[in-house]
């Protein structure tokens, strides 16, 4: 009998053992990056992310980054792979990514997909975006005070809805300080060619640009602002280092509270398929580096717009909007909501939109 009751403990003890070590087990988390980390843009403020999210939560989750992953083959193969290591929870951070996301899940309905900037959603997929485009109006409000010539020169990447959104904000924002403010936009049809963006780049200062902004991955528009000495805004991360003399401020991403929340939720149990927007309110977007060469005055202003934003009583897209056919998008008053934003494929007038 004694035997039996030690038998019986001993079982209790191993059972709370085994459970203990399952509920230790360290979540599988995995990202993949277009681009290598260390061309600096995008796939640098992902990484950020990662390892600020990394820090935070230590040992309840186990990331991998993978780099240079093209959409296409190499990313179906890339995340195949993933969801047969499992992996519990996979990050595309390319819009490029997402017919492929889109394929494998339905083939891996146990594993939890989250795409960035996309649009295309299932029981297992995500989609999670920060709202760039507050920082956008911002900074475009800034350039648009800061511009003598009132013409602002926009390096672009591709006319897809997330760079869309951001020349619009950014004009918009730009004509809230200078309703005769235009903005140029020129598209290289990449996300990172140096060459290509620095060519556009002196394209539009030969146009009469004294600010110059863009949606692309290098530093060579900052480059070629400083050597022309006009007004360079960066993106994605602080890129005054390549501009010391011309950059006026950069919109900085902040992915770090949007993966810690998605994890979270992960680790909870609680993950559900959704559309997240992070934006001023998390600290998602935001300003850095602001030149000294800009006023108080105008600084006081951002920062009240600022806390409209957080506080979500400021709508960049409220009507009347029209677009740069003459279609009245928005009327009095009325304003754009995510569904609409998610796939916005027009722009507001004051856009020169060159193919």
Do not use: C
Not at 48 to 58: A, F, I, M, P, S
Not at 217 to 228: D, F, N, Q, S
């Amino acid at each position: 009998m004694v035997r039996k009751k030690y038998k019986h403990l001993l079982l209790l003890i191993l059972m709370g053992y085994v459970t203990q070590t399952i509920a230790q087990k360290p979540l599988k988390v995995a990202f993949l990056y277009q681009h290598p980390v260390n061309a600096g843009g995008w796939s640098l403020s992902h990484e950020q992310g990662r390892l600020d999210v990394g820090n935070e939560l230590g040992s309840k989750i186990t990331t991998i980054a993978l780099e240079g992953i093209q959409p296409g083959p190499d990313t179906l193969r890339t995340l195949t792979n993933l969801a047969r290591e499992n992996y519990e929870l996979i990050f595309a951070t390319s819009f490029g990514h997402m017919n492929s996301v889109m394929r494998v899940a339905r083939s891996f309905p146990q594993t939890s997909f989250q795409h960035a900037s996309g649009y295309k959603t299932a029981p297992n997929v995500g989609t999670y975006q920060i709202r760039a485009m507050q920082g956008r109006y911002l900074a475009g409000k800034i350039a648009g005070y800061m511009s003598t010539s009132q013409k602002i020169g926009y390096v672009a990447s591709f006319p897809i809805p997330e760079v869309i959104r951001g020349i619009n904000a950014f004009t918009l924002g730009a004509q809230a300080a200078n309703p005769d403010v235009t903005v140029q936009a020129i598209w290289i049809n990449s996300w990172m060619n140096a060459a290509k963006e620095r060519e556009a780049t002196e394209l539009l200062i030969n146009l009469g640009a004294d600010v110059i902004t863009h949606h692309t991955e290098t530093p060579a528009l900052m480059v070629a602002a400083e050597e022309a000495g006009v007004w360079a805004v960066g993106y994605q991360y602080d890129r005054s280092q390549f501009a010391p003399n011309s950059h006026l401020v950069t919109i900085e991403h902040n992915w770090g509270p949007i993966y810690k929340s998605i994890i979270q939720d992960k680790l909870a149990g609680r993950w559900k398929s959704e559309s997240l927007w992070f934006g001023v309110d998390h600290d998602a977007t935001r300003l850095v580096s602001i030149s000294s060469k800009v006023p108080t005055s105008i600084l006081s202003e951002i920062e009240e717009i600022r806390s409209q934003m957080a506080n979500k009583t400021f709508k960049i897209f409220k009507g009347p909007i029209i677009d740069i056919e003459g279609k009245k998008r928005l009327e009095l008053n009325q304003s754009l909501e995510d569904e609409a934003l998610i796939g916005m494929e027009w722009f507001v007038r004051g856009v020169i939109n060159a193919e």
